[in-house]
């Protein structure tokens, strides 16, 4: 037991010297060709720990600029997945634009733009169809349902007040009792309410912000001092 322990302390520690090392070869840098495999290497990583370093991975595609010969499509792949994971955040539009058009021409790149497109324009449902056809690229990365779920509780925070349960199933992909775990799970953690309603069945009440209650976003106007105001008004009159 405590050699296991011991082991896992020392993995811990290999990977955080690891992680220190590469952020410090960006800093120093960037464009030196011999730090590409680290970074290769180091997009792995993120995977296996699910861990993300939009700085290193933008750092690595444009050093593929420059050694394109050298591009591992894999590698590529995973980046831009770890971008979607990322959303709201634009990570995947600054990875897009780093990786030749010749590239995004192939299949898979072409699937993850149109799952990026679905994100953008909150198309949950179409989105998580072609998903399901393309879980041979995706399920290389641990965690991407996942996040792509507090994705859209985020979008859906941002436009409803009440938001229906089959709307929320329909957007987080996810049905039947695994659904009343996720609803209690934000009940008990992040201050939804539930309400019956006999002609909607059940909604979710969402906390309140300034974007589902925009009477709750300040006014240009309370932001304007007196003393503008009363230098405004004589121009006027």
Known sequence: MGREMSNSTTNQKQQ??????????????????????????????????ETYSLNANLCLLRLYQFEPERMSTQIVARILIKA??????????????????????????????????????????????EAAKSRHILEVVPGFEQAIQAYAVHVLSLTYQKVPRSILAESIN???????????????????????????????????????????????????????ITRILPILG
Not at 33 to 48: A, K, R
Not at 100 to 123: D, G
Request: charged share 20%; glycine share 2%.
């Open 16 to 49: 955080s010297a690891m992680s220190y090392t590469v952020e410090q070869l960006v800093a120093v840098n960037p464009y030196n060709p011999d730090i590409l495999p680290d970074l290769e290497n180091y997009v792995n990583e993120q995977v296996s720990s």
């Open 84 to 129: 979607l994971m990322a959303m709201p955040a634009p990570d995947f539009s600054l990875c897009l634009f780093l990786i030749p058009e010749r590239v995004q021409m192939e299949e898979q790149f072409k699937t993850l733009i149109v799952l990026s497109h679905y994100l953008e324009t909150a198309r949950f449902r179409q989105f998580w169809d």
């Open 174 to 228: 996810i049905e039947g009792l695994s659904l009343d775990k996720f609803i209690e799970h934000h009940v008990a953690n992040s201050g939804w309410a539930i309400e019956k309603n006999q002609n909607k069945g059940q909604l979710i009440i969402l906390p309140s912000n300034e974007f589902n209650h925009p009477e709750l976003k300040k006014s240009t106007a309370d932001g304007i001092p007196l003393e503008h």
